[in-house]
């Protein structure tokens, strides 16, 4: 995100270890949970391509930083609007799993509209370097069907929607830990809202891990009260 490349790898060195874990804990515990669990691990390695994205400019590696944004990118366009609406539904019971089967649907059909034509047309995405932080702009394929604004609104209700509706009490709190960081990015960080927004995030995936091995709904404790009311 803003602020530099050590932050980024700094980030990313913390959760990557702390998503393995958590993934350890869920596979442990309840399996439900494990891509939830996933979640750190995959903000971290996204920080880990921002991290090589600031490396890149500030070396003016014209010829890293283009794969670079485009790995930081596939983790915003399509790794979270289809894998958070994939967590959430992992742990929903049968009868609510065909509501949030719509989430995973319009996430995959919006992160594949978005994110696969960058391939066909490099100079769609351009990256562009302030002093603390990276702005990652440029044509979406979306725009001309109809306002960024809309695809934008999409883009907001299938990754935070399924957390907020979620009937896990630990998954509706980390719903509404990146609704916060949400309204912060638009409030003050409008002109990097994707960098600043997926920092956050990955910030808050924290509470994650936390809720893997601490929570009420920790995987084990879970496991644990289905074993007594058995």
């Known amino acids: ?28 515990g309840d399996r439900r949970y494990l891509p939830l669990a996933t979640l750190p691990l995959l903000f971290g390695l996204q920080q880990l391509a921002e991290g090589v994205v600031w490396v890149a400019g500030a070396g003016q ?6 794969p670079a944004s485009l790995s930081y990118m596939f983790f915003s366009w399509l790794a979270w609007p289809v894998w958070i609406p994939v967590s959430t539904f992992a742990l929903e019971p049968a009868k609510r799993k065909p509501y949030f089967l719509i989430f995973v649907i319009v996430g995959a059909m919006l992160g594949a509209l978005q994110y696969v034509p960058y391939f066909a047309h490099a100079d769609w995405l351009n990256t ?10 440029g044509t979406e394929l979306l725009d001309f069907v109809g306002r960024r604004e809309v695809t934008y609104a999409i883009y907001i209700s299938v990754v935070i929607l399924p ?3 979620s009937s896990v009490r630990g998954v509706r709190i980390f719903g509404l830990l990146a609704l916060g960081v949400l309204i912060t ?26 809720m893997m091995f601490k929570g009420d709904d920790a995987p084990q404790r879970r496991l644990e009260g289905s074993f007594e009311a058995v």
Request: charged share 10%; glycine share 6%; net charge neutral.
């Open 128 to 137: 562009r370097f302030l002093s603390h932080v990276i702005i990652y702009e």
């Open 61 to 66: 590696n014209t010829e890293l930083i283009a």
């Open 1 to 28: 995100m803003c602020l530099s490349a050590e932050v980024s790898f700094i980030a990313a060195a913390g959760l990557i270890p702390a998503g393995a874990l958590s993934m350890r804990q869920a596979w442990r």
């Open 163 to 165: 957390l907020l509706l």
């Open 185 to 210: 990015t638009y409030t003050f960080f409008a002109y990097a809202y994707v960098s600043v927004f997926c920092f956050g995030g990955a910030l808050m995936s924290s509470y994650l891990v936390w």
